[in-house]
């Protein structure tokens, strides 16, 4: 049965780097589209990016500019990292299973980010 | 963007109720809709997707609907475990993948 783990920092220091990984247990990280979410009380549910195939990536346009997503197969992991972040990024950090390009069927259970000086 | 709008924000229900729920695109999707159950510090659960096909070990009283535009989730017969807050969500024309703000479901 495929499960997902998010791992990182709690806390992030505005300006600086978020760094998310994601870890996949009973399936490979180079199959599949592996997708990040994000929910924070004002904005609700927002669609981060997904990566899929170890190295292709699409990003949602709001976020495009910070955003970078990857692979490392070595630890069967896929990992988040957004730049430059303020408040407004604070947020649970969801990563999940993107099925055929359409729903979001498996998901980790969250990791809470505060930015936060 | 497509928007997706979800009506009511709120509501107030009774075991056994029959509970509708309406989500709205800000363009045609092509039942390319699906629907989450949340509950407090939980991750979001797919409950279905194409508008009405249903997730596997889902119950079978969740149903969905639409074209278009319009797109409902019903629960035929409300169970104590369905309390929670309900989004939709569209992959018709991505990216961005857009998710409802939501419809909490409680007693």
């Known amino acids: 049965q495929m499960q997902l783990q998010e791992s990182g920092p709690g806390l992030v220091r505005p300006s600086e780097t978020l760094s998310l990984t994601c870890t996949v247990s009973?399936?490979?990280?180079?199959?599949?589209?592996w997708t990040w979410i994000r929910q924070t009380p004002g904005k609700g549910l927002e669609w981060i990016g997904y990566i899929y195939h170890g190295d292709t990536t699409t990003y949602n346009p709001s976020l495009k500019s910070r955003v970078a997503m990857s692979v490392d197969t070595s630890t069967n992991q896929f990992s988040l990292r957004l730049r430059s972040v303020t408040a407004a990024d604070t947020a649970v950090y969801y990563c999940?299973?993107?099925?055929?390009?359409?729903?979001?069927?498996?998901w980790g259970t969250g990791t809470t980010v505060i930015v936060s000086s | 963007d497509i928007q997706m709008t979800q009506s009511p924000s709120s509501l107030s229900a009774s075991v056994g109720d029959r509970v509708t729920i309406t989500c709205r695109a800000s363009?045609?999707?092509?039942?390319?809709v699906a629907w989450y159950q949340q509950k407090p510090g939980k991750a979001p659960k797919l409950l279905l997707y194409?508008?009405?096909r249903l997730e596997s070990g889902v119950p079978s009283r969740f149903s969905g609907r639409g074209s278009g535009t319009d797109y409902t989730l019903t629960i035929s017969s409300l169970q104590p475990e369905d309390f929670a807050t309900y989004y939709c969500?569209?992959?018709?024309?991505?990216?961005?993948?857009?998710f409802g703000p939501g419809t909490t479901v409680d007693i």
């Open positions: 969500q569209q992959y018709y024309n991505t990216p961005p993948f857009t």
């Open positions: 194409d508008a009405s």
């Open positions: 999940a299973r993107l099925l055929l390009h359409s729903r979001m069927d498996v």
């Open positions: 363009q045609g999707i092509s039942n390319s």
């Open positions: 009973g399936a490979s990280a180079t199959s599949y589209y």
